[in-house]
């Protein structure tokens, strides 16, 4: 069992940064890979990045590479979502997902712990 807890959103302009990050609980959250998905108002809730539980791999959205950079601290159970050059169309909850064996990284149906989501909002 994982919990999963947000921080680090809020409202920044175009072409700024935020971190978030994902606190989890539990001893084995290192086992886990984790991801961050985003989901705006009408939408479907769509893949952003991932990480292997070693943090050796990671997996982005064509429309977050370059910009976007997920990472992990095993030892304090975190992981993170540097986003740096935002864009007003970056406006969304973003949540962190947990999962032991995703078999697709990219897919939401693939990650069985979640959390509660925090507001990004990105004004032009």
């Known amino acids: 069992q994982v919990q999963l807890v947000e921080s680090g959103g809020g409202l920044v302009q175009a072409g700024g940064s935020l971190r978030l990050s994902c606190a989890a609980s539990?001893?084995?959250?290192?086992?886990?890979?984790m991801g961050w998905f985003r989901q705006a108002p009408g939408k479907e809730r769509e893949f952003v990045a991932a990480?292997?539980?070693?943090?050796?791999?990671?997996y982005y959205a064509d429309s977050v590479k370059g910009r976007f950079t997920i990472s992990r601290d095993n030892a304090k159970n975190t992981v993170y979502l540097q986003m740096n050059s935002l864009k007003p169309e970056d406006t969304a909850v973003y949540y962190c997902?947990?999962?032991?064996?995703?078999?697709?990284?990219?897919?939401?149906?693939?990650?069985?712990?979640w959390g509660q989501g925090t507001q990004v909002t990105v004004s032009s």
């Open positions: 997902a947990a999962d032991f064996d995703p078999q697709d990284h990219g897919s939401r149906w693939a990650y069985d712990y």
């Open positions: 539990g001893r084995t959250f290192s086992s886990y890979a």
């Open positions: 990480i292997s539980w070693s943090g050796g791999s990671t």
